[in-house]
């Protein structure tokens, strides 16, 4: 459903760029935050089984509430098709958001986990190849996803209009859910569930305290260090705990810099599909929505992976380079930092492109001339001849007021001021002016503005733009990529129109004096908006360098993360790993909100430099962190038990009695001390009274 979220909050909410990709990215956080909470209760209470089954329940009903949420009808009373209580859609959709984020943030961090529980330790191979099937049936889904609800999404449904189908592209991943939810309860005989064993979050949050506090209360010099400052918590904790929280922290010290990679990836779904608005999606045998470009992502996911596993992987072992799972890791950052700078290069190319939009504190203006005539014409100083049924093509641009003057006998004032665009249109008799606002800015989701301007001596018809009287110009009316057809009748007929068009264009079609009815012949069309001409095939690179950096990082991480857990922490550590997604979608709203760039090619740019200097702290913590075993660890303090326990307990028994005995000798020696001095000061005082 993230396919088409971005979009969802952009048109049928109409919230602005900026505040679209805020939420956006507040609700990815948001998923990857409660992975936490999730970790707890199925580590310390239902087991991850019970946890998967009753958060997905939570998680459907997400879904059912974010497809009432976009039924447009429901408050649309006057059926107009725009909700007339957007208050009601928003408050809705957000409750949906919160589920949704409770449900997926409660599965996470459980769903991989359960499936490395289905493995033993021997089994090393098989559960790395689990997670690369794994990872590739997720993204064989988003495949499914990313293709499907844009589709769904692009359908028109509605009781008293037709709109856009948010409804059913959030519906149908809700029915899918039930059934996804059925098939996993239905195989539970099949699986190895391991037990809660207490709440283990609680217990390692109690442990670190300990720890801390203890080594804040024995800060003095003379006594001694302990090896590792988890350490200090041994008087209390068993060691066993103590060294597979050491395991864990060592783990967690390494994420601190991954959020980065999290922070380019996730904007896949917020800048790049907005990016791909302003492109050309005709592929020619098919076209693409902007949000399906998004399955460039899944599609060489599901290539990658198995060519990445058995085939880059085996190649590389065979030449003698050990290339560990963190140095796996970095490459797959450093990938994506150029997938942001081939995306900077990719809108470089569209701002080139796009047309000059007015300044807040300017105007322009385009002038057509129905007169029947030729006339000269005069603006702000700028002069030019325009012939019947013409007009000068391109905008003119000015700041503040200015004189058009027609034939230097009529003299008409223009304000162009607040970023306005404006078509002035001459007529007949009198050489008489009219303006007309236009739009100033391309049409979104990659439609067309068509609008007719009637130059006939009699008013028309035309479909979906209705009566136009004569000598004056209609609305306009959106259409998608493709054939424009229109109906115009007059009262001589009717005939059909048609014009091919493409992707966030704007024209006029000028119905001249010399229009045929029989035909529609005579038809001028005026460029408003040129279309999108930069194709969107020129995000593949993008892509194609993410998606690669994904598998090399992201796949890898999960093992990592799974094969460095000790036995009772792995959704802990899962849990962690998903809270660098998190922290990855903060950093998105904190750089885009400090940074304030006005071009987007910078902003990419910036967030590619953060990445590379990110990737170089983390191959230096890479190359001094040491590999470690949890189940040898595991093994070894369990040989030690009970009776290594008992002999350390007594151990530190004993030091804690040599630490208070040897404290109360100095105690007593500074006593004596003391005592000693203020005798020697005393003793002259009594031989004075004395004598």
């Given at each position: 459903?993230?396919?088409?979220?971005?979009?969802?909050?952009?048109?049928?909410?109409?919230?602005?760029?900026?505040?679209?990709?805020?939420?956006?990215?507040?609700?990815?956080?948001?998923?990857?935050?409660?992975?936490?909470?999730?970790a707890?209760?199925?580590?310390?209470?239902?087991?991850?089984?019970?946890?998967?089954?009753?958060?997905?329940?939570?998680?459907?009903?997400?879904?059912?509430?974010?497809?009432i949420?976009?039924?447009?009808?429901?408050?649309?009373?006057?059926?107009?098709?725009?909700?007339?209580?957007?208050?009601?859609?928003?408050?809705?959709?957000?409750?949906?958001?919160?589920?949704?984020?409770?449900?997926?943030?409660?599965?996470?961090?459980?769903?991989?986990?359960?499936?490395?529980?289905?493995?033993?330790?021997?089994?090393?191979?098989?559960?790395?190849?689990?997670?690369?099937?794994?990872?590739?049936?997720?993204?064989?889904?988003?495949?499914?996803?990313?293709?499907?609800?844009?589709?769904?999404?692009?359908?028109?449904?509605?009781?008293?209009?037709?709109?856009?189908?948010?409804p059913?592209?959030?519906?149908?991943?809700?029915?899918?859910?039930?059934?996804?939810?059925?098939?996993?309860?239905?195989g539970?005989?099949?699986?190895?569930?391991?037990?809660?064993?207490?709440?283990?979050?609680?217990?390692?949050?109690k442990?670190?305290w300990?720890?801390?506090?203890n080594?804040?209360?024995?800060?003095?010099?003379?006594?001694p260090?302990?090896?590792?400052?988890?350490?200090?918590?041994?008087?209390?904790?068993?060691?066993?705990?103590?060294?597979?929280?050491?395991?864990v922290l060592?783990?967690?010290?390494?994420?601190?810099?991954?959020?980065?990679?999290?922070?380019?990836?996730?904007?896949?779904?917020?800048?790049?599909?907005?990016?791909?608005?302003?492109?050309?999606?005709?592929?020619?045998?098919?076209?693409?929505?902007?949000?399906?470009?998004?399955?460039?992502?899944?599609?060489?996911?599901?290539?990658?992976?198995?060519?990445v596993d058995?085939?880059?992987?085996?190649?590389?072992?065979?030449?003698?380079?050990?290339?560990?799972?963190?140095?796996?890791?970095?490459?797959?950052?450093?990938?994506?930092?150029?997938a942001?700078?081939?995306?900077?290069?990719?809108?470089?190319?569209?701002?080139?492109?796009?047309?000059?939009?007015?300044?807040?504190?300017?105007?322009?203006?385009?002038?057509?001339?129905?007169?029947?005539?030729?006339?000269?014409?005069?603006?702000?100083?700028?002069?030019?001849?325009?012939?019947?049924?013409?007009?000068n093509?391109?905008?003119?641009?000015?700041?503040?007021?200015?004189?058009?003057?027609?034939?230097?006998?009529?003299?008409?004032?223009?304000?162009?001021?607040?970023?306005?665009?404006?078509?002035?249109?001459?007529?007949?008799?009198?050489?008489?002016?009219t303006?007309?606002?236009?739009?100033?800015?391309?049409?979104?989701?990659?439609?067309?503005?068509?609008?007719?301007?009637?130059?006939?001596g009699?008013?028309?018809?035309?479909?979906?733009?209705?009566?136009?009287?004569?000598?004056?110009?209609s609305?306009?009316?959106?259409?998608?990529?493709?054939?424009?057809?229109?109906?115009?009748?007059?009262?001589?007929?009717?005939?059909?129109?048609?014009m091919?068009?493409?992707?966030?264009?704007?024209?006029?079609?000028?119905?001249?004096?010399?229009?045929?009815?029989?035909?529609?012949?005579?038809?001028?069309?005026?460029e408003?908006?040129?279309?999108?001409?930069?194709?969107?095939?020129?995000?593949?690179?993008?892509?194609f360098?993410?998606?690669?950096?994904?598998?090399?990082?992201?796949?890898?991480?999960?093992?990592?993360?799974?094969s460095?857990?000790p036995?009772?922490?792995?959704?802990?550590?899962?849990?962690?790993?998903?809270f660098?997604v998190?922290?990855?979608?903060?950093?998105?709203?904190?750089?885009?909100?400090?940074?304030?760039?006005p071009?987007?090619?910078a902003?990419?740019?910036?967030?590619?430099?953060?990445?590379?200097?990110?990737?170089?702290v983390?191959?230096?913590?890479?190359?001094?962190?040491?590999?470690?075993?949890?189940?040898?660890?595991?093994?070894?303090?369990?040989?030690?038990?009970?009776?290594?326990?008992?002999?350390?307990?007594?151990?530190?028994?004993?030091?804690?009695?040599?630490?208070?005995?040897?404290?109360?000798?100095?105690?007593?020696?500074?006593?004596?001390?003391?005592?000693?001095?203020?005798?020697?000061?005393?003793?002259?005082?009594?031989?004075?009274?004395?004598?």
């Amino acid at each position: 459903m993230k396919a088409v979220l971005v979009l969802y909050f952009r048109y049928f909410l109409r919230w602005d760029d900026d505040l679209a990709i805020t939420i956006y990215h507040t609700f990815v956080a948001l998923c990857y935050l409660t992975p936490i909470l999730g970790a707890i209760v199925a580590d310390s209470w239902l087991g991850k089984f019970k946890t998967i089954v009753y958060l997905s329940i939570v998680y459907t009903l997400g879904q059912v509430v974010m497809a009432i949420s976009a039924i447009h009808d429901i408050t649309d009373s006057n059926k107009d098709g725009t909700p007339d209580n957007m208050t009601f859609h928003v408050a809705l959709s957000m409750v949906g958001l919160i589920l949704i984020a409770l449900g997926t943030g409660g599965i996470k961090p459980c769903v991989a986990a359960f499936g490395g529980d289905q493995f033993n330790e021997h089994q090393e191979k098989q559960r790395s190849t689990f997670f690369s099937i794994f990872y590739l049936s997720i993204n064989a889904g988003s495949l499914l996803s990313t293709i499907i609800t844009p589709i769904l999404r692009a359908q028109e449904c509605g009781i008293y209009t037709q709109q856009k189908c948010y409804p059913l592209a959030f519906g149908v991943p809700a029915a899918l859910m039930v059934v996804a939810l059925i098939v996993f309860i239905v195989g539970s005989s099949m699986y190895t569930k391991v037990a809660p064993k207490g709440n283990i979050m609680l217990e390692v949050c109690k442990c670190i305290w300990y720890a801390v506090k203890n080594r804040f209360r024995n800060r003095s010099s003379s006594i001694p260090k302990r090896e590792h400052w988890m350490d200090w918590a041994d008087e209390k904790y068993e060691k066993l705990l103590i060294a597979q929280i050491k395991m864990v922290l060592k783990v967690l010290f390494l994420y601190i810099p991954l959020p980065m990679f999290w922070t380019l990836f996730d904007q896949q779904g917020s800048r790049w599909t907005l990016q791909a608005t302003t492109m050309d999606g005709d592929f020619g045998l098919l076209v693409i929505q902007p949000d399906q470009m998004q399955t460039v992502n899944p599609i060489l996911i599901l290539g990658f992976v198995p060519i990445v596993d058995s085939v880059i992987y085996p190649l590389i072992a065979k030449c003698g380079l050990n290339f560990t799972p963190l140095k796996r890791m970095t490459v797959g950052m450093f990938m994506a930092a150029l997938a942001f700078i081939a995306a900077a290069l990719v809108q470089l190319q569209i701002d080139e492109t796009l047309p000059a939009f007015p300044a807040s504190n300017g105007g322009q203006i385009k002038v057509f001339n129905l007169a029947g005539a030729t006339v000269d014409v005069s603006v702000g100083g700028q002069n030019f001849t325009l012939d019947p049924f013409m007009s000068n093509s391109k905008y003119l641009s000015f700041e503040g007021e200015v004189n058009v003057d027609i034939n230097k006998t009529s003299r008409m004032p223009l304000d162009l001021t607040n970023g306005t665009r404006r078509s002035l249109v001459i007529t007949l008799p009198f050489l008489n002016s009219t303006s007309y606002e236009d739009i100033t800015a391309k049409p979104e989701q990659g439609e067309n503005a068509i609008r007719f301007l009637n130059g006939l001596g009699e008013n028309v018809n035309v479909t979906s733009l209705g009566n136009i009287p004569s000598l004056n110009m209609s609305k306009y009316a959106l259409v998608q990529q493709g054939s424009a057809q229109f109906d115009i009748q007059t009262v001589n007929g009717k005939c059909t129109y048609s014009m091919a068009v493409g992707f966030g264009s704007a024209y006029t079609v000028i119905i001249p004096d010399t229009f045929t009815i029989a035909d529609c012949g005579g038809l001028r069309l005026e460029e408003d908006i040129s279309p999108n001409v930069v194709h969107m095939a020129w995000q593949i690179p993008q892509y194609f360098l993410m998606t690669m950096g994904e598998v090399v990082f992201s796949v890898t991480g999960l093992e990592f993360s799974y094969s460095q857990a000790p036995s009772n922490m792995k959704s802990v550590l899962q849990a962690g790993w998903l809270f660098t997604v998190a922290v990855g979608n903060i950093i998105v709203l904190i750089v885009a909100e400090v940074a304030q760039l006005p071009d987007q090619w910078a902003e990419y740019i910036l967030f590619a430099a953060l990445l590379i200097f990110v990737c170089v702290v983390f191959s230096i913590m890479a190359y001094f962190y040491t590999y470690t075993d949890p189940a040898e660890v595991e093994a070894r303090f369990a040989e030690l038990e009970p009776e290594g326990k008992d002999n350390d307990r007594k151990r530190r028994s004993l030091e804690l009695h040599d630490r208070k005995e040897s404290l109360e000798e100095e105690n007593q020696r500074k006593s004596r001390s003391s005592s000693e001095a203020s005798s020697h000061h005393e003793a002259p005082a009594v031989k004075a009274t004395s004598m």
